[in-house]
């Protein structure tokens, strides 16, 4: 019955048109990237007893809570290592299917852990079970698309990969509303949301399992000259997902993505408190009596108002940055647009003390924005850059293992950035220099990523794979040729 | 774009719709909740320029 999901029976009719792939990457991403999101269930989880307020020693602590999304970003990872040769053994149509079914089952899974208040259920549920549908569902399209689109790799998996940051700006008000929608006096709403957004979730996601084909082998765009041998970063070889890792080009990459996502999250987790504490909070306590307790809350809600607005824009701007920045990648090479995001990257770190300084809240927002559209864009390009180095055949098992370092980084990331700003409190600090030390850590971080994309280089011709040594699965592209 | 007859040893592929008004609504599909979505965010960000 499902045998349709196989790849033989996925391959492209005649008359498909190649602009349904993004439309259906964009299906699973869109809805996979409400992980982002996930911080909007955190207070009303804190108050499933207590509703109104948590309950010590009872409801859920923000600390536990803090677990679930650590969970599904690592399980994420891990999936995406252990499945991508499968997803490619399989085709996208299966991947996306499982997908749908363990992000979806993981939102049912964590209803029933919420329902029966246990911790561990949730975390087995949308920590395991929908982590292993984010790192499948991930790496899903990534193969197919720069199949689809070898004149455009970079726009193809930036329109993909675009789709993850927008999810949370749809995941979010989702929540929200549903949440509004099913409170009750007696109930903050959790558990029929998580159900509702499980279920549309699956559904949503099965477009994308219906609309994706793989390319016929040997498929070619109309008017596209495929290159007959490797010039500069770009082979026409390939090296297979087991291959890859043994190569010196894999780990750079791996650094540069590393310190990437890192340098992203040193924004994104202080991104709030930077601008309330720097600019906001000192501006609104200087109009009002410190002393009024009242005149002060209202200051607090109006900073915490803005605030929640700038995280906002920069969720808008970091889905953008996936798509501009990546689509540029197309005609400027990879390494030439990593080197923009590892080198503009770091002066604009380095500038943000300086605008804490000024004062300038405009000045301060431009550069948080610029960086997160390159923290975007470093997302939206790797998979480009590994098809340039690696080849087309495994590129989505390549990407899976090499996306193990947004794990550490996702983990690592705000125990550092934290860890620094904790410190700096306690040592009384003032704002500006609370953060400092995190933005100029951050320089260093891109500047090491520098260093690494400076030294990649051509894959050695002894790690293709031979004429003979790859067997397309299914419709992959035909053997390669050994350069 | 469209395919080109298949070098493939796959399997026959079977005719489905894949006309320009299929193509069209599947962006509509995952366009509609996404612009939802970047329209509750500027919403949002409005707070910022108050």
Redesign the interface.
């Given at each position: 019955m499902l045998a349709f999901l196989d790849r033989?029976?996925s391959?492209?009719?005649?008359?498909?048109?190649?602009?349904?792939v993004p439309?259906?990457a964009?299906?699973i991403h869109?809805c996979i990237g409400q992980v982002y999101a996930f911080s909007v269930f955190k207070i009303p989880l804190t108050k499933l007893i207590g509703i109104t307020a948590p309950v010590k020693d009872q409801d859920w602590t923000q600390g536990q809570l803090a677990w679930i999304f650590s969970v599904a970003i690592f399980v994420l990872g891990a999936s995406a290592a252990l499945f991508g040769k499968w997803m490619e053994k399989n085709g996208p149509r299966k991947a996306m299917f499982v997908a749908a079914c363990c992000f979806g089952g993981g939102f049912l899974v964590a209803a029933l852990g919420v329902a029966i208040h246990n911790i561990w259920v949730v975390y087995l549920g949308y920590g395991v079970l929908g982590g292993i549908g984010l790192g499948i569902g991930y790496i899903s399209p990534v193969s197919t698309l720069v199949k689809w689109f070898p004149d455009r790799p970079g726009m193809a998996t930036g329109m993909a990969i675009m789709?993850f940051g927008?999810g949370a700006?749809?995941g979010?008000?989702l929540a929200v509303n549903l949440m509004h929608y099913f409170a009750t006096p007696t109930s903050v709403g959790v558990v029929p949301t998580m159900i509702t957004m499980g279920i549309v979730y699956f559904c949503?996601m099965l477009?994308g399992v219906f609309?994706v084909r793989v390319?016929?082998?040997?498929?070619?765009?109309?008017g596209y000259a495929p290159p007959l041998k490797s010039t500069g970063l770009v082979t026409t070889a390939n090296v297979t997902a087991d291959q890859a890792p043994k190569t010196r080009q894999f780990w750079l990459l791996w650094i540069i993505l590393c310190v990437n996502v890192t340098a992203g999250i040193g924004i994104l987790e202080q991104a709030s408190p930077m601008i309330q504490e720097m600019f906001l909070t000192p501006r609104g306590l200087a109009t009002i009596d410190p002393g009024n307790a009242a005149q002060v809350a209202v200051v607090a809600k109006n900073t915490a108002?803005?605030a929640?607005?700038?995280v906002?824009?920069l969720?808008?701007f970091n889905m953008l940055g996936r798509f501009f920045w990546s689509s540029l990648s197309d005609f400027t090479g990879r390494k030439a647009i990593y080197f923009v995001y590892l080198l503009l990257g770091p002066v604009c770190y380095f500038l943000i003390p300086m605008a804490g300084r000024m004062g300038s809240v405009p000045f301060f927002?431009c550069l948080c924005l610029l960086i997160l559209t390159m923290y975007g864009g470093g997302f939206a390009t790797i998979p480009a850059y590994l098809r340039d180095l690696f080849g087309t055949a495994e590129v989505g098992a390549i990407h899976g293992r090499l996306i193990t370092s947004w794990s550490v980084a996702g983990i690592l990331g705000p125990q550092l950035v934290n860890g620094i700003r904790e410190y700096q409190l306690a040592h009384h600090a003032a704002p500006v220099d609370v953060y400092a030390p995190t933005m100029y850590l951050m320089c260093g971080l891109l500047l090491i990523g520098a260093v690494c994309n400076f030294f990649v280089g051509p894959v050695d011709a002894r790690h293709h794979v031979s004429e003979t040594g790859y067997a397309p699965s299914?419709?992959a592209t035909p053997a390669a040729k050994k350069s | 774009?469209?395919?080109?007859?298949?070098?493939?040893?796959?399997?026959e592929?079977?005719?489905?719709p894949?006309?320009?008004g299929?193509?069209i609504l599947?962006?509509l599909?995952?366009?509609l909740?996404?612009a939802?979505?970047?329209y509750?965010?500027?919403l949002?960000?409005?707070?910022?320029f108050?």
């Open positions: 033989a029976h391959v492209a009719p005649r008359n498909y048109s190649r602009w349904l439309p259906a964009l299906a869109l789709g927008g700006m749809i979010s008000p949503f477009f609309a390319p016929p082998i040997g498929w070619m765009p109309d108002l803005v929640g607005g700038f906002g824009l969720s808008l927002v299914g419709s | 774009m469209s395919t080109q007859p298949g070098r493939s040893s796959d399997p592929p079977t005719q489905v894949g006309a320009t299929f193509v599947s962006w599909w995952v366009g909740p996404l939802w979505g970047v509750q965010t500027i949002k960000s409005m707070a910022l108050h």
